[in-house]
């Protein structure tokens, strides 16, 4: 009973429905109603796009795209780059917006365009066209990779690389045309230029000729270069003439051989800041010192410097002439105006004056005159004659100055000055020097006596007096 029971009533009534899908068809009405909405729910037919240029220079077109389509009920909507398009003030639609068009084209609307035709159910988009809007170039700007911006130069250091680069926008890409400060003409499709180990050769104006074929136009681009040698140290020009002390205006000026360079000065190894006595030209090339003086002297230094080297000047000082000051007469060692000196003593007197240079001294008493060296006077032995009025005249040859002082030179009083012993002293010499100067007389006298009787009588008083003067 195995294989019967499988195909008992159980399958029997599954192939009876079978049977029945399969020749069952529904009513007439049921069947019309089934054509009329596979009539509406037609499919769409894809869109046919297509553009008035492909191509156009930018401000200088006007772009029609248009999307081609038999549908009915459909909407338009517009892609541009995949994404839907946001319609500008210069865009409008038109032809129940089967036309787009472009019043003024611009460089940003370079890329592709698609259409879609949208109903209910369905969409159909078009295939893409691709708008290239060509422009530039714009305005070129040549940089530098090294270098440093002064006004509208570029300066460089002497044996550096220096690399040229050219920065503008332009579609497509441009050709470029070098011109340089000898003319000489590079043509080259890139927008860098390289020279080696710059030189002061290579210094003038760089000129860059961008060309766009498409768009027909051509921009120049210029450059400035200046070459900064390594600074060489600058030299003080010092004033023709010695400065005097007090003059209206002396002039110092920093000389170089740079050009394009700052300067800066010092004074006593500190920077100098100007001031009513001390002024810069505008260039600060030249210092200007206004009634100098004598602490003036400094040192001075100017030093040249820019961004890549500096240099500084030997310092200089000032030989700044004054004076001769107030005139002083030193004896031992102190100013006097009146000096006593013992007799035949010797006396030395030092006349001393502030001055630069140092002054020449002259010395006058009464009517005579003396040149010094050093300015002082020396008499060897001081007698009642060489008393008076001595005068200090010190000179000096810069300036033409001179001024004088005077001094009173006396002759100290001998008897002023000793006590009694001592005057005793010299009393009993002279005594003594009387009685051997007698005695000796006496004995010549009697020698002689010998020789005349009348001598002898008419000398024999006073030899009794040498005798006594003696004793």
Not at 28 to 49: G, R, Y
Not at 246 to 256: A, R
Request: proline share 6%.
């Amino acid at each position: 009973m195995g294989l019967p029971d499988l195909w008992g009533p159980h399958w029997t009534g599954v192939l009876l429905s079978a049977s029945l899908l399969t020749v069952w068809s529904p009513p007439a009405v049921a069947q019309h109603n089934l054509d009329v909405l596979n009539t509406t729910q037609k499919s769409l037919s894809k869109p046919i796009i297509s553009i008035s240029q492909v191509s156009a220079i930018e401000h200088k077109a006007k772009i029609n795209i248009y999307c081609d389509t038999n549908d009915v009920d459909i909407n338009i909507h517009w892609l541009f780059n995949n994404v839907p398009l946001e319609l500008q003030e210069r865009m409008h639609l038109s032809m129940a917006d089967k036309m787009l068009t472009i019043l003024t084209v611009y460089r940003e609307d370079s890329g592709t365009y698609q259409c879609e035709v949208w109903s209910p159910l369905q969409i159909q988009r078009s295939d893409t066209v691709m708008l290239t809007v060509n422009y530039g170039p714009d305005p070129v700007e040549i940089k530098l990779d090294s270098g440093v911006l002064n006004g509208e130069w570029v300066e460089v250091m002497e044996g550096s690389d220096v690399n040229f680069q050219v920065e503008t926008q332009s579609d497509p890409p441009p050709e470029y045309s070098w011109l340089f400060p000898n003319n000489s003409v590079l043509s080259s499709t890139k927008n860098t230029l390289t020279i080696r180990a710059v030189s002061r050769e290579h210094e003038g104006t760089y000129k860059c000729l961008v060309s766009n074929f498409a768009t027909h136009l051509s921009r120049l681009g210029v450059v400035n270069l200046w070459v900064l040698e390594k600074l060489t140290k600058p030299h003080i020009r010092p004033p023709s003439l010695d400065p005097v002390e007090n003059d209206s205006l002396v002039n110092l000026t920093c000389q170089s051989i740079h050009k394009r360079v700052s300067i800066l000065w010092f004074l006593s190894g500190q920077p100098l800041l100007p001031s009513e006595h001390l002024m810069l030209s505008q260039d600060n090339r030249t210092l200007l010192i206004h009634s100098i003086r004598r602490n003036d002297t400094g040192p001075y230094e100017c030093e040249v410097r820019h961004w890549g080297s500096r240099a500084r000047s030997d310092p200089l000082k000032l030989p700044i002439s004054y004076g001769p000051d107030q005139v002083n007469i030193i004896w031992s060692g102190h100013h006097q105006e009146v000096i006593e000196a013992s007799l035949n003593s010797k006396v030395t007197l030092w006349c001393q004056a502030e001055s630069m240079p140092g002054a020449q001294y002259r010395w006058t008493y009464q009517h005579f005159t003396w040149e010094s060296v050093g300015g002082n006077l020396t008499i060897e032995t001081l007698t009642w004659e060489e008393q008076g009025l001595y005068t200090c005249t010190p000179f000096n040859p810069v300036t033409q100055l001179t001024r004088s002082a005077s001094v009173l030179v006396k002759v100290k009083d001998p008897q002023s000055s000793l006590s009694a012993g001592v005057i005793a002293g010299i009393v009993i010499g002279i005594l003594t020097v009387l009685a051997l100067a007698a005695g000796l007389g006496c004995f010549l006298f009697k020698r002689s006596s010998k020789s005349s009787s009348y001598l002898e009588e008419s000398m024999e008083e006073p030899l009794k007096a040498c005798v006594q003067i003696t004793a």
